[in-house]
Structures are given as C-alpha cells and as structure tokens.
C-alpha cells in the first residue's frame, strides 16, 4: 500500500476508522462489489482502497470509503461520467452528492462514499472526509481529449459520458440491445447533450483503434439502424427528429434528435479537429 | 422480430413493453399452454414507526400469501405442500448489506418450517456460505427468499439470481450481463430442491448508482411480498412493478442499466419457468394503493 493511502485520516467528526483496511484488483473486485464490478472493468480499473469509518459504540449507520485507481484521469472522468445525476460540491475536479452517495474524480482517481444506514446522520462527515481524500490526491491529468473536442454551445455539462462499453451509451440514450456500433475496451465513446433552439440534440462520439474500423463500424450502424439515409448518412426519423452520422479518420461521429438536417450538421461541423 | 432491437422500433411502436419485462397482464390473449400462478401480498401497516418491521403483519403476510398459492385454509397444510417433517430445509436468503432479506422475513418462514414439522437441526439459513455449509449439501428443500432490487450487470436481482452462491465462481456467469443464469439453477445442489420463492418488495431498488449500485433515494416502500413456486414468474411479476415504478418516477422509459434478459432467457432458452405475463395467474391480496400492476 502506497503513503497516499497511509496519510487518509482515520477519524472524522467523531467517526472512526473500523476493521482493516481492504485492496481489491481487477481479478478480486468481484470480491467486494455484488452489483457495479463490471462496470469498472469495462474502464482501466487497477485497484480499490477501501476504508470504513464508524461511530464509537455503534456499526450503523457506517461510511465506506471506496478509493478507485482508474489507471488515468481519463478514466478516472469516465467511470465518475457513466452515473452522474447530482449538482456538483465542489470536491475534487467534479463531484457530486446525493442520496448517501458522494463521488467525485481527482486525478487518476476516483472516489465514492456511501453512506449504510441513516444518510443524514453522516452527511456533513462524509463532506469532511471527502475534502480530506481531495487534499491528498496529486492534480494532474484534465479528462479525455475527446471530450475537449465537443462543441460548446448548449453543451449539458452534466451530461457528458465517457465510456468503452455500450451498456453506458444505452443507459443514457437507448440505441439498441445489440453492440451495433462495435463499441467495447479498444474504443472510446463519448456522449453528449444539448439544448439547442428548443431542441435536444445528442451528440456520440467513437473513436476506432483505425480508420478502416470505423468504416465498417460506421456502415453497420446505418444499415441496421437507418438504410434509408444514403450516402449523406442523414434520415428523417418516426419521431420527426433528424439523425446524421459521418466517419472521418478514425472517429466516427452521430447526431440524434436534431430538430433538422441543419441543426444536426451545425452540431457536427463544430466538432473542433484532433489535437487542438 | 428478427435483428437487433433499435430505438427505432420503439419510435414505430412495434416494441411496446415487451422489451421492458414482458407484455402486460389481460388485454391480449393469452397464449395457450402451462400456466402459473404467483400471489402478490401487501399491507401498508407492515412497518412500524421507528422504521422496523412488524414481525406480526409479516408472518400474517406471508401465511395469506402461501395460502392462497396452495389453496389450504390453513397456514400449516399450506406449507407442508412445500416441507415435509423428514426433509431437510435450506432457507437461501440475501445478506447484501444495502439492503439485505429482512431478519424478520426469515424468522416468518423458519417459525412454519418447524411448524410443519421440521426440526429445527434439520433448518439452516445461509447465503454466501451455502456451498461450505453441510446442511445446504444435504437439503432435500429449499426455500429462497430475498429483496428485489435492480442490478448494473443483470439488470434485477430477484429470486433467479439468489442461487448464484451455489456456484463456486460466480463471475463465471456474468457473461452476455448474465444471459443464462437460470443454468446454476441446474447444479445437483439446486435442481428441483426449490421449493417455495419468495420476493421481498417490502422496500425495494428500483435504480441504483455509484460502486455499490446502492442510493437511498430509489428504495420505495411498496410493502409487498410475491410469492410462488416458479421463480421465473416471481421475477417477471418483481421486474414488471419495477419498470412501472421507474416510469412512475422518472416520467419516461428509462431502460435499466443492463435489460434484464436472463427473465426472459430462463423460460425461452432454458424452460426454467415462465416469464410471459399472460401465462401468470396473478392473485393480489391485500392493498391496491399504487399497487402499479
């Protein structure tokens, strides 16, 4: 075990630190978590601190400090991205706290707290100690570059997701029960929403190990999902939105729910180049 | 349908509930063949002020519930249709610390284990432990019992997923987000030994986030409890209150994190059970506010 996690405070506002500390990896998640693993091991998960803080005299309610190694901090906004729904607290590089749960990513680092028993109890320790983990994490590393390439205007903050797995896109936008755009560990997709002129639109993202992949990516999603859109790759659908999709180099890039064909070519054509 | 599910499908409306959890109770018709019965229990009284339960409104539910699903007018024959006093009766319960099958469930069903004649040396409870346990190597029935709740990789955790301590690796079966995991209901320690399954919707998850797919926000109390001896059914009749309550909730058609095919897969693929609602003779007891099915 590394200093970084020698130096977490093992008291907080009266809560303790009870039992041992725990480290799980990539073969022993399963171990620990019944119900998100996978998750985790669709991004570059290397391990897990885990710590439990209980009050003197008392097993609940209890905190779980769980600390997630996620390889890089583009992971590390990956897996905070893939289940964010709370307003931000302003821990970390971005957080959020609700329902018991804290998250938040600093570095490549991910964090979760959550809270077993009385949530209200423990919510001003769980804030304390979380700016404690916070204060101890090296700051380096900004998120994706992919996600630096989204267009600003109308731009969800909150609603922006990284991920290498098609369970998250479908979490956030139902495409469809198949893989259909080949998305897995060797591709990274990002999502987007906007506001735009009354309308919704969302923007996808993937970027293929090649060119010739994201060829053949891209033309199976319009065979399965829109034949109709022809060499445009553009399509009036059922609900009167408009989708439009492109390949260029090795991304391949979506627009659903555009309120016209204009509007969804706007929203790709502002897709800032690689590299800048 | 032919081909891969889309957004598209639902746009034209040719999908409908059915990819959600199945097709909705009456309406059409039924599809001819086996048919099942599953009995939904509720009472709002079932937990006290301080926020435990009623350990008398649950055994009073779950003697209503048995019998009705056996027919008996009396709590004792009803569960001798599921224990024998020779038999040897592992209770498979849920210790996930988030929200665990509530002691008093338990205690509910071990009280008319006995009364059926049971010994209580010859009754175990266990989860986790159930392969290293002697008295689950040898029971000759099991009674399963647990909560419902959603689940990121299998999309629910219901009575189907319970028996996943039964398998030495349980990550083996996490492939295709848990496809067939009406196969580990084949293991020699399983096979036909289940007797009786039981679904706490006493406060159910219906969304989850974060490690522990665990946020207090999203578990309801809905104060029931489904009863029946198909699990597959169980778990249909669970997972359909669990998608009217999210659209309920959320106001739209929020897919699960991972849809919940091995329901579906357990009756189609495997002939475990059946997962067709209109195969399911639903029976509902008890109260009917925001009973949701």
């Given at each position: 075990m590394s200093g970084f996690y020698r130096s977490l405070p093992e008291q907080v506002q009266g809560w303790r630190k009870a039992g041992p500390d725990e480290t799980y990896d990539r073969r022993t998640l399963f171990d620990y978590i019944d119900g998100g693993a996978e998750l985790y091991l669709t991004y570059d998960f290397r391990n897990v601190f885990v710590r439990r803080y209980q009050r003197e005299g008392s097993t609940e309610p209890e905190i779980v400090l769980d600390v997630y190694d996620m390889g890089t901090a583009d992971e590390a906004f990956g897996i905070f991205s893939?289940?964010?729904?709370?307003?931000?607290?302003?821990?970390?590089?971005d957080s959020e706290y609700g329902g018991g749960l804290l998250r938040f990513w600093k570095s490549r680092y991910f964090v979760s707290l959550v809270v077993i028993g009385d949530a209200r109890e423990a919510e001003a320790a769980m804030l304390e100690l979380a700016r404690s983990v916070a204060a101890e994490l090296p700051d380096e590393g900004d998120g994706p570059r992919l996600a630096a390439r989204l267009p600003r205007a109308g731009l969800n903050a909150r609603e922006i997701r990284y991920f290498h797995s098609p369970n998250v896109l479908n979490n956030h936008y139902f495409l469809s029960d198949d893989n259909i755009l080949g998305i897995g560990r060797d591709t990274s997709a990002i999502l987007a929403k906007y506001d735009r002129d009354g309308a919704r639109p969302v923007l996808l993202m993937v970027q293929y190990p090649s060119p010739a992949r994201a060829e053949t990516a891209l033309a199976g999603f319009l065979k399965i999902y829109m034949p109709e859109a022809g060499a445009a790759g553009l399509a009036k659908l059922e609900n009167g939105r408009w989708t439009m999709a492109r390949v260029r180099g090795d991304l391949v890039t979506i627009v659903f729910e555009a309120s016209s064909a204009e509007q969804a070519g706007k929203l790709l054509s502002e897709i800032a180049p690689a590299g800048r | 349908m032919s081909g891969p599910v889309t957004r598209r499908d639902f746009m034209k409306g040719t999908i409908g509930v059915a990819i959600a959890g199945g097709t909705a109770f009456g309406g059409l018709q039924a599809p001819s063949g086996k048919t099942t019965r599953v009995v939904l229990v509720r009472n709002d009284r079932v937990w006290l002020a301080g926020g435990a339960?009623?350990?008398?409104?649950?055994?009073?539910?779950?003697?209503?519930?048995?019998?009705?699903?056996?027919?008996?007018?009396?709590?004792?024959?009803?569960?001798?249709?599921?224990?024998?006093?020779?038999?040897?009766?592992?209770?498979?319960?849920?210790?996930?610390?988030?929200?665990?099958?509530?002691?008093?469930?338990?205690?509910?069903?071990?009280?008319?284990?006995?009364?059926?004649?049971?010994?209580?040396?010859?009754?175990?409870?266990?989860?986790?432990?159930?392969?290293?346990?002697?008295?689950?190597?040898?029971?000759?029935a099991i009674i399963n019992v647990r909560p419902m709740r959603t689940h990121y990789w299998s999309g629910v955790g219901g009575c189907l997923k319970n028996m996943i301590t039964f398998t030495p690796r349980p990550s083996d079966y996490h492939g295709d987000s848990c496809a067939d995991m009406a196969s580990f209901w084949k293991l020699p320690l399983v096979a036909g030994k289940v007797k009786l399954n039981i679904l706490s919707m006493l406060n159910p998850l219906f969304h989850g986030r974060g490690p522990h797919h665990f946020d207090q926000r999203y578990v309801w109390r809905y104060n029931g409890l489904l009863v029946g001896t198909d699990p597959v059914a169980v778990d249909a009749v669970g997972l359909a209150i669990i998608q009217a309550k999210r659209r309920s909730f959320f106001g739209d058609e929020r897919a699960l994190q991972t849809p919940p095919k091995h329901i579906e897969l357990a009756d189609r693929r495997h002939g475990l059970g059946i997962a067709d609602l209109r195969r399911i003779e639903l029976i509902r007891l008890g109260s009917s506010t925001d009973i949701l099915i």
């Open positions: 893939a289940e964010c729904e709370d307003e931000p607290v302003g821990i970390g590089r | 339960l009623d350990p008398a409104v649950v055994q009073g539910m779950l003697d209503e519930a048995v019998m009705k699903l056996t027919g008996e007018g009396d709590v004792r024959a009803a569960f001798r249709h599921f224990v024998k006093s020779d038999d040897v009766v592992g209770v498979k319960s849920n210790v996930w610390r988030m929200l665990p099958t509530p002691r008093e469930l338990e205690n509910a069903i071990l009280a008319r284990v006995r009364q059926a004649g049971v010994p209580a040396e010859r009754i175990g409870v266990d989860d986790r432990g159930v392969l290293g346990n002697p008295l689950f190597r040898n029971a000759t």
